[in-house]
T-cell receptor
Framework: AQSVTQLDSHVSVSEGTPVLLRCNYS??????LFWYVQHPNKGLQLLLK??????LVKGINGFEAEFKKSETSFHLTKPSAHMSDAAEYFC????????????FGSGTQLTVLP | DVKVTQSSRYLVKRTGEKVFLECVQD?????MFWYRQDPGLGLRLIYF???????EKGDIPEGYSVSREKKERFSLILESASTNQTSMYLC???????????FGSGTRLTVV
């Protein structure tokens, strides 16, 4: 069984300040982990993924995430927020070696203030 | 780039109608998925298919069925639409295990 918890449903930051979106997962095996972003009226876009290689994963648009097995966390960070980062972000877990589905977190709405 | 195309962006249907949501991908992916997205619940898997004519139930299959007659097309069917099926529906595909998913832009269905 697997599950994923996004600890904040809404996060507000000022433009130019760091972004931290928190994600904890539960899995009985070594999972694959993803972050997806969804801008208003757009489809989901993959930001980055962790698949048991380097624990610090770099994604698109300056985002990165660190896999911490001891804390079962996969938090998403960005050093400096941009207005275009305002969107909904989903943390996702998937069992390895399986054609089955992803399990999505409930999402975090990121607001960037000018 | 892989494209996943959902035929309708917005749909309004009446209670009891039979509704077809179509999804087409252009990169010969084996796996295709249907999710619904509701505020505060994230995305929940309705059905998925790992090959032509193959289908498996996801977490919330009740009230839905699917069809995969051709590899590129995966249809979601609401046999008798109900108001609690008002939602955003997202289709996704991927080549196989270990590969990333590509999502369509979604269909926002309103059942009145």
């Amino acid at each position: 069984a697997q599950s994923v918890t996004q600890l904040d449903s809404h996060v507000s930051v000022s433009e130019g300040t760091p972004v931290l979106l928190r994600c904890n997962y539960s899995s009985s095996y070594s999972p694959s982990l993803f972050w997806y972003v969804q801008h208003p009226n757009k489809g989901l876009q993959l930001l980055l993924k962790y698949t048991s290689a380097a624990t610090l994963v770099k994604g698109i648009n300056g985002f990165e995430a660190e896999f911490k097995k001891s804390e079962t966390s996969f938090h998403l960070t960005k050093p400096s927020a941009h207005m275009s980062d305002a969107a909904e972000y989903f943390c996702v877990v998937s069992p390895p070696g399986s054609a089955r589905q992803l399990t999505f977190g409930s999402g975090t709405q990121l607001t960037v203030l000018p | 780039d892989v494209k996943v195309t959902q035929s309708s962006r917005y749909l309004v249907k009446r209670t009891g109608e039979k509704v077809f949501l179509e999804c087409v991908q252009d990169m010969d992916h084996e796996n295709m998925f249907w999710y619904r997205q509701d505020p505060g619940l994230g995305l929940r898997l309705i059905y998925f298919s790992y090959d032509v004519k193959m289908k498996e139930k996801g977490d919330i299959p009740e009230g839905y069925s699917v069809s995969r007659e051709k590899k590129e097309r995966f249809s979601l069917i609401l046999e008798s639409a109900s108001t609690n099926q008002t939602s955003m529906y997202l289709c996704a595909s991927r080549r196989g295990q270990g590969n990333g998913y590509t999502f369509g832009s979604g269909t926002r269905l309103t059942v009145v």
